[in-house]
Nanobody, 114 residues
Framework: QVQLVESGGGLAQPGGSLRLSCVMS????????VGWYRQAPGKERELVAR??????MYSDSVKRRFIISRDIARRTFYLQMNNLQPDDTGVYSC?????????WGQGAQVTVSS
């Protein structure tokens, strides 16, 4: 049984930082890609950052502000979010892709407000 459990998120002021973590469990689970998505109120879910093998991609809206990283030994990946802005508010979900199977974390609320 594959599970993704998120932690982190919360409230930040504009210009502040937060970090999200996502721990993967499941015997012999080695996903093809891992990443972070977010859904802002009233908007479609969008890809924020992703590892696919050794390649990293970021959406234009978070480039140079967010950093995705991973600790393979701990089966954990992270999203460091810097210089947060109100437009970054939303529910952030981690995702792992393994062939045709898609796995999701439970989602974490990130609110950026003064």
């Amino acid at each position: 049984q594959v599970q993704l459990v998120e932690s982190g998120g919360g409230l930040a002021q504009p210009g502040g930082s937060l970090r999200l973590s996502c721990v993967m469990s499941g015997t012999a689970f080695s996903p093809d890609a891992v990443g972070w998505y977010r859904q802002a109120p009233g908007k479609e879910r969008e890809l924020v950052a992703r590892y696919a093998g050794v390649k990293i991609m970021y959406s234009d809206s978070v480039k140079r502000r967010f950093i995705i990283s991973r600790d393979i030994a701990r089966r954990t990946f992270y999203l460091q979010m810097n210089n947060l802005q109100p437009d970054d508010t939303g529910v952030y979900s981690c995702n792992a892709l393994d062939g045709p199977s898609d796995f999701w974390g439970q989602g974490a609320q990130v609110t950026v407000s003064s």
